[in-house]
């Protein structure tokens, strides 16, 4: 199984300021039939389901503030929020559906500073 | 707009078992597979079983086979969740999402408790 793995677990950020979280997979997700990386990065509000951010490592979900961008390839990603807003509080979660089982991250809480 | 609805959840005894559903609508159910993730308490998501768009293919998490099975009726644009031999493990918000894990239900409580 592919194991997921993100840092850090928490992290507290000043509203305006940019926020960084990281997510590496024990192998690469790289597809190479349609080249794309099979990641992507959820948002989740307590009490509520989660919500999809970005797929592909760096595509933007519709509807999605261009303030939430995605990188990385093979197996080290990083979504990156570049001005931290009230709303984007909550745990943020990364995944892979490069192969079953499509295993999440553990989970990186973020606070307001 | 695409919708699920899950229903099934409850508080059963350990090894006892439980049918979860998840009714969708607003999308062409057919075309598309589904998931299904859990979250136990206070923790982190964990996916548990995806079905095929047809019905032909299932996977399962380790933690599940053997005694979960996903199934669907595309004719009821439904998918369901057989939880047989249920432990205490398996308490959790159960929550249903379409292929490319866009939208997601609102997720039914599962309790496995004596």
């Known amino acids: 199984d592919i194991v997921m793995t993100q840092s850090p677990d928490s992290l507290a950020v000043s509203l305006g300021e940019r926020a960084t979280i990281n997510c590496k997979s024990s192998q690469s997700i790289f597809d190479t039939s349609d080249k794309k990386n099979r990641l992507a990065w959820f948002h989740q509000k307590p009490g509520q389901p989660p919500k999809l951010l970005l797929y592909?490592?760096?595509t933007r979900e519709s509807g999605v503030p261009d303030r939430f961008s995605g990188s990385g390839s093979g197996t080290h990603f990083t979504l990156t929020i570049s001005s931290l807003q009230a709303d984007d509080v909550g745990v943020f979660y990364c995944?892979?559906?490069?192969?079953?089982?499509?295993?999440f991250g553990q989970g990186t809480t973020l606070e307001i500073k | 707009q695409p919708q699920l609805v899950e229903s099934g959840g409850g508080v059963v005894q350990p090894g006892t078992s439980l049918r979860l559903s998840c009714a969708a609508s607003g999308f062409t159910f057919k075309n598309y597979g589904m998931h299904w993730v859990r979250q136990a308490p206070g923790k982190g998501l964990e996916w548990v079983a995806v079905?095929?768009?047809?019905?032909?293919?299932?996977f399962y998490t380790d933690a599940v086979k053997g005694r979960f099975t996903i199934s669907r009726d595309n004719s009821k644009t439904t998918v369901y969740l057989q939880m047989n031999s249920l432990r205490v493990e398996d308490t959790a918000v159960y929550y249903c999402?379409?292929?490319?894990?866009?939208?997601w239900g609102q997720g039914t409580l599962v309790t496995v408790s004596s």
């Open positions: 999402a379409r292929e490319g894990f866009d939208p």
């Open positions: 592909w490592a760096s």
């Open positions: 995944q892979q559906d490069h192969s079953p089982p499509y295993t």
């Open positions: 079905i095929w768009y047809d019905g032909t293919k299932e």
